[in-house]
């Protein structure tokens, strides 16, 4: 028999963004049902077992696991139901606008969950090899960066002995260390854009100090390899066109991919959530809501985030807005917020008249200095001086609730100053 | 020893296994690779082709296409595989096309096809709304469809397993005798088969298995087919196969919704020298997608979800080589099966047997045949309600491993305790692996199952066999070195 729960609300994946959207609501008297397919508890955390989380969230430096244990201390709730190993394979919403969902685990079989509200926490997939249709054979030993860390932190297994990176990622430039911990060579790590796309951070404690080439502006042409990859063409770009007549050669047996990550939004689309074509994720509203009324989404579901801490402050917000609209107390304006010039997207879509709002940011360039401006009907109402701006780093700003008192239509621009 | 031998599990090889085990033989199957299916079938676009590109009065290829084309819908009951007859478009953009149109299609009508319609514009945007409006005009083929070639194999194989057909992977042809009414043949790694007849169905090496045999001299060429998959949710989906008009090299670039519900488009067709050259390449990459692209809407380089390439085995004078071999006794060449040899297999598999039987091979049928190959329960095709109901008989039904296309671990746990204990062959029984992820989630989750299973060691677990080893060993087997991180 099927087995049909109720519950107020589902979370859907328990990594960051699950985990503190779900504690939030704990505070309240909802019920709330945490769904991941994993068997543990906080998602991609546990295999990040390298340190630098957690400073601006909990005000001390905690590796991943130690991260994911905080954060999965608090939904040790009554309230909350863990159903891990179950994976979400169908939504539906129900003409009364509540929510039906398929999950499937081994342990219950079919289950059959009602809810009033649904937080979508679902993360990000990598890009893989095939996303970039890199030219060349398909040996064994062409991974995602993120794949082999958990093979290797996870499963205890190396990837290989000689490796190449491509894309200066995070998660590259992170296992370009934890590689050559474990006596992995790695011969360079690739990069197409002119600057590094991983923070600054990372490419000083995990390629400088281990003395592995950075090469930017440069494309890898060619994967080699019958069997187990054997070697890889790489080629300069000028731009943004491979030049193959200077292209040379290293020899490795293995290949990484940190090459971006896309938000993983499958399910979102089975119930009609509008997606922001320049995130990936969904459109939201100040309480961070999607088009679905009921349907809410943090983390890097709704955007590709650069830092955990911004995922489980961001989570724990739509959190409290899943308790307002179960309480019948939501509010929601339509007051459009949108980007111009040098800014991939901002977060949320819109504001709230009169309340304050935390905005996050994308830049589209890299400057010393740059000046982020909010214009609400066409008069500038706000500024400040960023420095160091690049597309690795995301930008998050408060705007105060007195000078977002007027309903109307905000627009950000972010300005180089020379 | 062994009444036939049967050299190559690919289509052809696989489906004269499958018919001759439903008579009372002793037939080996053997195949150079880890896993059937892994040389030319593999990569093979897919298409059930309709019967109108080449003349059957000439060819034998045609003549075997349009018989095998109608075999599929009992095949498909019996076996057990993923197909659709979902109709072929040819489409012609310019009128000097239409001439090419019009000659296909009368050349459908001489061969016998049914049901063929010229069309207009408008019937073929009626057909396939997708198509791109400029449109001239073109022809329905009703009875093409697409399947998946490799599940094909695959179930062409198990069901012959099932009548008692045995299979050896891993064994390469080096030498072939015949002495005293029999036939040896050896392998690389010196293992011996014995057998009355063989049948050469070596595909892309056919020419060499031949030789080594003391048969004909001929040559196969390789010609290359890069295709490139796009994701589940791409726009550009089409309903129907759409054909461009062909040239004389190839049938074109094709957009393809597979019977899976993804898309494929491809394949290029070039000739390589080397006979395992499965590259591919950026220039064919943007080639493809500027072709496809003036066929039909919604074509974008950002749904390629993965690319690969095969190799189709071509003969001089582009038709299949089916007979008897005249320099050697008992020996049945099955040569240059490119395409349509797919559509063509189920008719090759008839042709052969009936070659074996010209030639002296004794068929009587067995008393116990295992017809039918029963469906798989495979996750994304039950209901809740079924899938329910097998988790009460086995809790691994509702455990999801491959989350993009929707696989179960007793999906992955049945393909290898069949024997498909590489990690492409998992993915190609069970799809796992084949979706938006390209497997960065579950491949790790499918090594351990396998190892599990097969008690293979992690760290000697292949993709595709030989030395195509997915791991580097275990963690803290390498010497860390820190000359560098101290001279810092």
Known sequence: MIHEFNYDVAVIGAGAAGLAAAAEIAKSPHRVVLIDREEQLGGILRQCIHNGFGLRYFKEELTGPEYADRVAALTKSPNINCKTNTTVSDLKRLPDGSFELLAYSADDGVSLIRVRAIFLGMGCRERNRGNLAIPGSRPAGVFTAGAAQKLLNIEGMLPGKSAVIVGSGDIGLIMARRLCWSGVEVKAVVEIMPYPSGLTRNVVQCLDDFGIPLYLEHAMVNIAGRERVQYVDIAPLENGIAQLDRQFRIECDTVLFSVGLIPENELSIQLNVELNPATGGAVVDANLQTSVPGVFAGGNVLHVHDLVDFVSEESSEAGKSIVRYLDGKLHSDNNCVTVESNLKYVIPNCFNTGEKCTFSFRPLIVSDVALLEAELNNKVIWKRKFTYVKPAEMLKIELPAEILKTPGKLVFRLKEEA | ?488
């Not at chain 2, 469809?145 to 042809?173: D, H, M, W």
């Not at chain 2, 491809?266 to 943007?286: C, F, N, R, V, W």
């Open chain 2, 1 to 488: 020893m062994y009444d036939v031998v049967i050299v190559g599990a690919g289509v052809s090889g696989a489906s004269t296994a499958w018919q001759l085990s439903r008579y009372d033989l002793k037939i080996a199957l053997i195949e150079r690779w880890a896993d059937v299916g892994f040389g030319v079938s593999k990569a093979n676009s897919g298409i059930i082709h309709g019967g109108f590109h080449h003349s059957a009065k000439k060819t034998l290829k045609a003549k075997l296409e349009i018989l095998g084309n109608l075999m599929f819908d009992q095949l498909q009951y019996e076996l057990d595989f993923p197909f659709q007859r979902n109709g072929i478009l040819v489409v012609a953009f310019t009128e000097e096309q239409m001439s090419t149109v019009r000659k296909l299609y009368k050349q459908g009508l001489d061969n016998g096809v049914r049901n063929l319609e010229m069309c207009g514009r408008d019937r073929l945007l009626q057909l396939e709304p997708k198509l791109n409006p400029e449109v001239v005009g073109g022809f329905h083929a009703p009875g093409g469809g697409t399947i998946e070639p490799y599940r094909y194999v695959f179930s062409l194989v198990e069901s012959a397993q099932k009548n008692g057909c045995e299979l050896f992977c891993n064994f390469e042809v080096i030498s072939g005798e015949y002495r005293n009414n029999l036939w040896t043949l050896t392998a690389d790694d010196g293992r011996k088969i014995k057998a009355r007849f063989v049948v050469n169905a070596a595909g892309l090496f056919a020419d060499r298995v031949s030789a080594v045999c003391g048969a004909e001299k001929f040559a196969i060429h390789a010609r290359k087919g890069e295709e490139y998959l796009l994701d589940r949710n791409s726009k550009a989906r089409p309903q129907k196969v759409i054909f461009p008009v062909p040239s004389r090299e190839s049938k074109g670039i094709l957009v393809i919704p597979t019977a899976e519900g993804t898309t494929m488009i491809g394949p290029t067709a070039d000739p390589t020298e080397d006979k395992l050259d499965t590259t591919t390449s950026a220039d064919h990459m943007q080639h493809i997608v500027t072709l496809v692209s003036r066929m039909i809407n919604g074509i974008s380089p950002r749904d390629i979800i993965t690319s690969f390439a095969g190799l189709r085995p071509v003969l001089e004078d582009e038709d299949f080589y089916i007979d008897l071999s005249k320099q050697v006794p008992h020996f049945v060449q099955v040569a240059g099966i490119q395409s349509p040899g797919l559509t063509a297999s189920p008719a090759i598999g008839g042709y052969v047997k009936d070659l074996l039987k010209q030639d002296g091979l004794e068929l009587t049928e067995k008393e116990h045949i295992a017809y039918r190959n029963l469906p798989r329960h495979e996750f994304r095709h039950e209901t809740p309600e079924a899938l329910d109901e097998l988790h009460a008989q086995n809790p691994t039904y509702t455990h999801l491993v491959c989350r993009c296309e929707k696989i179960s671990a007793a999906e992955i746990i049945e393909a290898v305790r069949k024997g498909h204990t590489t990690l492409d062959g998992v993915k190609f029984y069970t799809r796992a692996g084949m979706g938006c992820c390209q497997g960065g989630f579950c491949s790790a989750k499918i090594m351990k199952i396998i190892s599990r299973e097969s008690g293979i060691p992690m760290e000697e677990l292949t993709k595709k066999g030989g030395g195509s080893l997915l791991l580097g060993g275990k963690l803290g087997i390498l010497t860390v070195n820190t000359t560098r991180e101290t001279a810092k």
